[in-house]
């Protein structure tokens, strides 16, 4: 039962990250996300070395 349950999130969490990906990039520009994610890249990087 819980593999099944796990498989299910995993399924609908994609789905949501699928058409949520699709949404923000419609309404946001290529050049300000991709300069976003480096920015998120960059701090998490430095965050992971950190702590």
């Not at 290529?30 to 480096?38: D, F, S, V």
């Given at each position: 039962m819980v593999l099944i349950g796990v498989l299910i999130a995993l399924s609908l969490l994609s789905i949501f990250a699928i058409y949520l990906g699709k949404f923000i990039s419609e309404k946001a520009d290529?050049?300000?996300?991709?300069?976003?994610?480096?920015f998120l890249f960059i701090l998490l990087g430095v965050l992971f070395f950190l702590f």
């Open positions: 290529r050049e300000t996300l991709t300069k976003l994610t480096g």
